[in-house]
């Protein structure tokens, strides 16, 4: 691991019960933007985060069944709507990666504290979206505490609620999405870009003092140099199973040698992969942004309180 990402105090942390404390807190240190441009910031943080899980899961072996039930358990979402008063902005893909820029760049004009929080289980939008709001169509709702934003256009007007909730389809509309007419994804700049905007306006425009802002799930870029070792024996295997990074539970013997082998874990009706193993083998531009699994990147979904007054 990279040094001075890894200390004695994080250990400390770890092995005093706040193992999630001590993560976010090194994933502080990695995914610091200071003096870095956009493309250095991605790749550099993308390498040494794997490093840090690979390594916690070997330090630490009940990393992803303390995950697992971490987003089984009440998500900030779900308690920020039983309060009184709320603007409460889920930003659907938005990670810690980009919450840490939007950080950097919110705090000379406002107040702002970044904490974590966690995803549900898979860590895809239909699961958060029935978690969080009962229902998974949310694009039509009509519900005068509620604003579903497609993009910037829809911001001009937002409803005057004590207990308002936005939902904005950036920056997953760019993150796991190509370009049109093109067959390669979107590049890291443009989708920050959009998602950074966005942000400025509903702040802009928002009546609320207090603004949280967080997101139903993040993502794992599972890029060369990024992934966790895996034979290929087991990397057509998770190739029969999983189309996807989770999948409905089945009984089969393949499934339950991925069981025993510690790939994948139960949750609830689902399996869902566990860490950053990609099985991906197919030729031409593929999108190494995924999410739906149990790994760190995908299930620590950021915070961000801002004060906007």
Request: with cysteine; proline share 4%.
């Amino acid at each position: 691991m990279s040094l001075g990402i890894y200390s004695p105090p994080d250990l400390k942390l770890i092995f005093e019960g706040k193992l999630f404390d001590s993560v976010f807190g090194i994933l502080r240190r990695i995914w610091d933007p200071e003096n870095k441009s956009i493309l250095k910031y991605y790749r550099d943080g993308e390498i040494d985060t794997n490093r840090l899980e690979e390594t916690l899961r070997e330090l630490y072996p009940a990393l992803y069944d303390e995950l697992l039930e971490r987003c089984m358990a009440e998500n900030v979402a779900e308690i920020t709507r039983k309060t009184k008063r709320h603007c409460l902005v889920i930003m659907d893909s938005l990670s810690l990666r980009e919450a840490m820029l939007l950080e950097n760049d919110l705090k000379d004009k406002y107040s702002v504290n970044l904490s974590y929080s966690f995803s549900s289980l898979p860590s895809e939008t239909e699961s958060f979206k029935q978690k969080v709001f009962g229902r998974t169509n949310i694009s039509q709702w009509d519900n005068p505490d509620f604003k579903y934003l497609h993009d910037l256009d829809g911001i001009s007007v937002l409803p005057e609620s004590d207990t308002l909730t936005i939902w904005t389809q950036a920056p997953d509309d760019k993150l796991h999405h190509t370009r049109s007419g093109h067959s390669e994804p979107w590049s890291i700049d443009d989708v920050y870009a959009d998602t950074q905007q966005l942000v400025h306006e509903i702040l802009k425009t928002c009546r609320h003092d207090d603004v949280i802002i967080t997101s139903d799930h993040g993502y794992v870029d599972l890029t060369a140099g990024c992934t966790f070792p895996i034979s290929k024996e087991w990397k057509r295997v998770l190739g029969n199973q999983f189309k996807n990074r989770w999948r409905a539970k089945e009984n089969n013997w393949e499934l339950e040698q991925l069981y025993e082998e510690g790939f994948i874990r139960y949750a609830g009706e689902y399996y869902v992969v566990a860490g950053r193993y990609s099985w991906t083998t197919g030729r031409g531009s593929v999108n190494t942004r995924k999410h739906g699994g149990l790994s760190i990147m995908e299930c620590m979904t950021p915070v961000l309180n801002v004060k906007v007054n």
